[in-house]
């Protein structure tokens, strides 16, 4: 039954009580009314207290939890900072170190005092540091059978590097109670921090509080209710003068306007209590009836408010930062108070650097909105190939991607993912270029090179302005790896190849030097990785095939991205669709980049009849005579095929060509080959082709 049915019952009775003898009944209906409007009251407080203790519960419990993992992190941190250069197999040395034992057996404190402590112990279970002395050295097996969930936690850890739980026992009261643990893997250290504590002490304090409001609401309520009662017996006793009709008829609407003052309130709060439990924080209920009730709903309104506006917040936090860092970082920023603060750890992890050959020449052919659009495909299905395999995008630099993988959330298998992240970018670029050739846009080729060391993770920067970053040689090497990488190729030093030897796929292996690094670097070329990853490239071997006549081109060399103003006059005299063999009368040393410019009149060959054409040329009979290549036969017909198209070449050469419109090609020296002080011939791998360069390899190579 409602309580506003049971209060209009009640004065239906204690109105009929008073028809019958005004004088006797009057006082003692007034007071069981009074009694029951208290006790409605009470239930209608308690129900609203009883779903306050388990929303604060709820939400409490899981606050202990986070602030306990927390605690155990932060110890775990600064143990491994106090445990550095220490000898970790002399436990008694370890005990008798004041510090290590305060960092060790610390409390864990809620706002209302202790809830638990910390302690140390090894990764076979065996108590090293412990507030109470007589537990360490003591082995947690021996507690296997008596308590087995703690052992389960126990043994987990082992394994795992951060287990929580809860385990039953029995207390000084011979009570039986429940236990929150958490054990953290104390980094480079064969130990294991330890929290235990009573996570009920994160809510208890709040429950009294509650408890204690709400006798304090019924006593309020109750004596409203009193001093009503005696308002009400008054006015009864005065009106059974005026005569009983009018007093039944006065008494019966005073007792369904108080019900429904009292009664309506409270329902309305129970009901958006309830409601907020489901997770609508935007509930409001009126804020009617006694001062106290409209109190306790103006509280609850502002409570909802507050909760809305601060989960409303950390979702626009994480939404907004999570498309500048990584998703990662954002959490940590986000669930640790200690996560802004600066500095780092060192730690083991894979770093990729991915970049575009060529880039630069080509944004300067292309109007800013197409560079802008162009990149932002390429970069749109880069990052979320990286995101795919769990990589933490450090920065994107133009076209250039840093990648880290293992910072900053640990995994075991980051060389592997790095790899095989690495190769899933290079077969995307088969997608990327299919939707830049719809579009008119020019063809994109990605080179990358993947190291494996130890570098710092952390805060860098200052108190205005930081992010999370790595720093160290390794960073470095990688760098300087990447700018050996051609497009389509994914280098690993030798770091990444001995992490991943048993499942990775190596089509090629070069020695170079790099610049700080005194020995040469040994870099292996990447076609796939098995196992549980299972990506390969399809790697296309060219042929070069020969150019009889030589094409004329200037070769100029680049340094630092900048084009040399000497140029000398070269001969391309072998070539591909990437790749070209050049004589030079120069020396040129391999991995120097340089730019060759075709002749005005190199277009020309864009018909398909260039000495590499594959298909057939119709003649103006509608005749398709067979193209004669330098490796055909030699035979009358097939010689005087190949005089006629080296003659009609030999023309084409043998006139000047004009400057204007002439192609471009930027390239890296693979190889180069017979140098001398004068001249050397140079095999030159494409990095960026101009739309007049590209149009004339397509149609001499066919």
């Known amino acids: 039954m409602r309580i506003r049915t049971c209060l209009i019952l009640s004065y239906l009775v204690i109105l009929a009580l008073l028809g019958a003898g005004v004088w006797f009944m009057a006082e003692r209906s007034m007071a069981s009314f009074s009694e029951k409007g208290i006790h409605t009251a009470e239930r209608a407080v308690q129900e609203v207290s009883e779903a306050n203790f388990q929303l604060s519960r709820k939400m409490l419990t899981a606050y202990g939890e986070r602030l306990v993992e927390a605690k155990a992190e932060e110890v775990a941190q600064d143990l491994a900072a106090a445990l550095v250069g220490r000898d970790m197999l002399n436990y008694d040395e370890l005990r008798n170190d004041s510090n290590l034992r305060r960092i060790a057996t610390q409390n864990v404190e809620t706002w209302d005092g202790v809830a638990g402590y910390m302690a140390l112990t090894d990764k076979t279970g065996i108590s090293i540091l412990h507030p109470n002395k007589n537990v360490e050295g003591t082995d947690f097996f021996r507690w296997k059978d008596q308590y087995p969930d703690l052992w389960k936690l126990v043994e987990t850890s082992f394994t795992e590097r951060r287990v929580k739980g809860y385990y039953d026992f029995i207390d000084t009261e011979n009570k039986k109670r429940s236990k929150y643990l958490v054990r953290i893997h104390v980094p480079n250290t064969p130990f294991v921090a330890v929290a235990i504590v009573n996570i009920d002490q994160f809510f208890t304090p709040v429950h009294e509080r509650i408890r204690n409001a709400g006798e304090l609401a019924v006593h309020r309520a109750g004596k409203s209710i009193s001093d009503s009662m005696d308002m009400a017996l008054h006015d009864a006793k005065a009106l059974s003068l005026l005569g009983g009709l009018l007093l039944l008829a006065l008494g019966g609407l005073f007792g369904m306007l108080f019900a429904r003052l009292l009664s309506n309130p409270i329902m309305k709060l129970r009901d958006g209590v309830r409601i907020m439990g489901t997770g609508n924080l935007r509930v409001k209920v009126p804020a ?306 340089v730019k060759l410019t075709m002749p005005g009149d190199a277009g020309d060959h864009a018909d398909g009849r260039g000495p590499c054409a594959r298909g057939p040329v119709v003649d103006g009979d509608g005749t398709a005579p067979t193209p004669r290549l330098a490796d055909h036969h030699d035979t009358p017909a097939a010689r005087s095929a190949d005089e006629a198209i080296v003659a009609d070449q030999r023309a084409r050469v043998e006139t000047p060509p004009t400057r204007s419109g002439a192609g471009e090609i930027y390239g890296k020296v693979l190889s180069v080959t017979a140098p001398t002080d004068a001249s050397s011939e140079i095999t030159v791998r494409f990095t960026s082709l101009s739309p007049d360069a590209q149009r004339w390899i397509r149609g001499l190579c066919g």
């Not at 098995?530 to 060219?542: A, F, N, P």
Request: glycine share 8%; with cysteine.
């Open 288 to 593: 009617r009836g006694v001062k106290e009730v409209r109190d306790l709903a103006s509280a609850f309104n502002e409570l909802g408010r507050q909760l809305d506006e601060y989960i409303a917040k950390r979702d626009f936090i994480r939404d907004t930062f999570g498309r500048y860092l990584t998703a990662e970082i954002v959490d940590k920023l986000l669930e640790s108070s200690d996560a802004l603060r600066l500095g780092g750890e060192a730690r083991e992890i894979t770093i990729m650097m991915s970049d575009l050959r060529g880039f630069t020449s080509l944004s300067a052919s292309w109007g800013p909105e197409t560079v802008i659009e162009i990149l932002n495909r390429y970069l749109s299905r880069m990052v979320d190939i990286i995101l795919d395999h769990e990589g933490a995008i450090d920065d994107i630099i133009g076209d250039g991607i840093l990648t880290l993988f293992g910072a900053p959330r640990q995994m075991e298998d980051h060389p592997a993912r790095a790899v095989a992240c690495a190769l899933a970018m290079q077969c995307a670029m088969e997608e990327v270029n299919a939707l830049n050739e719809a579009d008119g846009y020019p063809h994109l080729e990605m080179g990358i090179a993947i190291n494996t060391g130890n570098v710092v993770v952390g805060n860098i920067g200052s108190e205005r302005r930081r992010k999370y970053s790595a720093i160290g040689s390794d960073v470095n090497v990688t760098g300087r790896a990447e700018s050996f990488a051609v497009g389509g190729q994914v280098l690993i030093t030798r770091a990444t190849y001995e992490r991943i030897t048993d499942i990775v796929e190596v089509s090629s292996t070069l020695k170079v030097e790099m610049k700080g690094v005194p020995e040469p670097v040994e870099l292996f070329e990447v076609s796939g990785i098995r196992g549980k990853y299972q990506v390969s490239l399809q790697c296309k071997e060219e042929v070069l095939a020969d150019l009889e006549p030589p094409v004329r081109v200037t070769v100029q060399r680049l340094t630092q991205k900048i084009v040399a103003a000497e140029e000398w006059e070269g001969l391309i005299v072998r070539i591909a669709r990437k790749s070209a063999v050049v004589q030079c009368p120069c020396a040129i040393a391999q991995w120097e980049n």
